[in-house]
């Protein structure tokens, strides 16, 4: 391929990233939207299915549109606005939003706690403990992979329990608490490893956000302690004071 073949190749893919950032920007690809397809893509721009490839791959690195596999590409939503209060729940916010809220169990294990996890749920070393795996989603959106650690004693088939309930507050309402509050809140920041890319649907070396948190009773006893990754390109926190 000669320097001139080259550069035409790179003149064409971005000649096909600019026109559709044009459409997301203009409205003619809403937020949520399905893209046309590869083959259709390429008669319109009438470039190859590679250059198109390349293109969506481009807009994906920079947040502008998701891949889900078996299924096409998605222009990207607005960012979620994700109040940090002394109540946070996901469904409500997301609801909040116009969105319809999701959770899906990935896996619930058993494991013994650590002295830091110990802490958090004022417990003992080693106490049994429940960990469950999941993701939470905004209508089709992927927002957050969290880790959750509670009571084995307290919460006995917890992990049963959320992959029907698919909600940490229809969980705690399961065992007859009705309202909780957040009782820390620690945020940083973090590259997605292999395992959350995948579920976030994210480009590898994408970052997230990162909430370690623990939710206590209305007496300021612990109930779970967790450790969310959100999509960094997908929300943004807001404090509020109380």
């Given amino acids: 391929m000669s320097m001139q073949d080259a550069a035409t190749g790179v003149a064409l893919w971005r000649q096909v990233a600019d026109g559709i950032e044009r459409g997301i920007a203009d ?3 809403a937020a ?3 893209l046309p397809g590869e083959t259709e893509i390429a008669e319109t721009y009438r470039v190859n299915r590679h250059t198109v490839r390349r293109a969506l791959a481009t807009l994906a690195e920079r947040g502008l549109v998701r891949a889900e596999r078996g299924s096409g590409t ?3 939503t607005r960012r979620l606005a994700y109040p940090l209060r002394s109540r946070t729940r996901f469904s409500e916010i997301v609801g909040a939003g116009g969105r319809e809220p999701h959770g899906q169990l990935i896996d619930a294990s058993e494991e013994v706690a650590t002295r830091e996890l110990a802490r958090e749920l ?9 960990r469950i795996e999941s993701v939470r989603l905004a209508d089709r959106t992927p927002i957050c992979v969290s880790t959750t650690w509670l009571s084995a004693e307290r919460f006995p088939d917890a ?4 992959a029907s309930a698919r909600s940490m507050t229809k ?4 065992y007859g608490i009705r309202d909780y ?3 820390s809140t620690r945020i940083s920041a973090a590259i997605a490893d292999a395992s959350d890319a995948a579920r976030l649907d994210l480009a590898l070396g994408r970052p997230v956000l990162v909430v370690d948190s623990t939710d206590v009773d209305p007496d300021g006893k612990p109930l779970v ?3 969310s990754r959100f999509a960094a390109e997908r929300v943004e926190f807001l404090v509020e004071n109380s």
Wanted: avoid cysteine.
């Fill in 122 to 130: 004022a417990l003992k070393t080693g106490t049994p403990l429940i």
């Fill in 181 to 183: 509050r957040r009782g």
């Fill in 27 to 29: 409205g003619r690809f």
């Fill in 225 to 227: 302690t967790k450790r």
């Fill in 159 to 162: 992990g049963s329990v959320f």
């Fill in 32 to 34: 949520g939207e399905k």
């Fill in 171 to 174: 969980l705690l309402a399961h």
């Fill in 74 to 76: 998605y222009v990207e």
